[in-house]
């Protein structure tokens, strides 16, 4: 049976290199599924030509020409894919969204203030998911899973400024009205992650399955 409503729910999921994102975004979505949602599991960057520029291109480029490229991408996914998908009723699970840039964005030399003078103009998710964990933990995680661009570090102290910069976002997103749920993913597999958030997801959308 499938239930999904006539307007479905943008579900983002954010977190410092080693939280998981991806493994839990895509377990949730395997999980929703299982309780006869409809799913669409993507990311950003996206696969678009736009996206494959800013997501092989963090070598390259640089502060707010990143900034720029990725919002690019972000914009165009959301008027593409994201929104239809939204409309037509299904639960969209993206990994990675504005929450990622309030904090990479700055790390890497632009100002907070222009990225959100972006990403004010983009519709909020119906829910921001921000995972975090131990430092120490999720360091030694991304270290094992490997490093993809130069924002990836197997320092512990650059995997606190990441935390640090998560929290505050979180709470800056809270501030402008998101909906943000952080969630600690302590020793938990990212398997109980995710059937964790499905519940508050499957919550969202009117009742328990």
């Given amino acids: 049976m499938n239930n999904a409503d006539p307007a479905g729910l943008l579900i983002t999921v954010d977190g410092q290199s080693g939280a998981g994102k991806t493994t839990t975004a895509a377990l949730l979505a395997t999980q929703l599924e299982a309780h006869g949602r409809r799913v669409l599991l993507t990311r950003t960057p996206?696969?678009?030509?736009?996206?494959?520029?800013?997501?092989?291109?963090?070598?390259?480029?640089?502060?707010?020409?990143?900034?720029?490229?990725?919002?690019?991408?972000?914009?165009?996914?959301?008027?593409?894919?994201?929104?239809?998908?939204?409309?037509?009723?299904a639960l969209v699970i993206c990994d990675r969204y504005v929450a990622s840039s309030l904090v990479l964005d700055p790390l890497d030399g632009a100002d907070r203030d222009l990225v959100w003078a972006i990403y004010r103009h983009l519709a909020p998710p119906d829910l921001s998911i921000i995972l975090t964990g131990d430092p120490a933990r999720c360091t030694?995680?991304?270290?094992?899973?490997?490093?993809?661009?130069?924002?990836?570090?197997?320092?512990?102290?650059?995997?606190?400024?990441?935390?640090?910069?998560?929290?505050?976002?979180?709470?800056?997103l809270r501030q402008v009205g998101h909906r943000v749920l952080e969630h600690d993913i302590g020793t938990a597999s990212a398997r109980e992650v995710?059937?964790?958030l499905a519940t508050v997801i499957l919550a969202m959308k009117g009742g328990r399955q």
């Fill in 46 to 89: 996206s696969s678009s030509c736009l996206g494959a520029l800013a997501r092989h291109g963090t070598f390259d480029f640089r502060g707010r020409e990143l900034t720029l490229l990725v919002a690019a991408d972000r914009f165009h996914h959301d008027r593409s894919v994201i929104r239809p998908a939204v409309a037509d009723g």
């Fill in 140 to 172: 030694a995680r991304a270290v094992r899973r490997g490093h993809y661009s130069r924002f990836h570090s197997a320092e512990v102290v650059a995997n606190e400024r990441e935390l640090s910069g998560f929290l505050d976002a979180a709470d800056f």
């Fill in 194 to 196: 995710a059937e964790q």
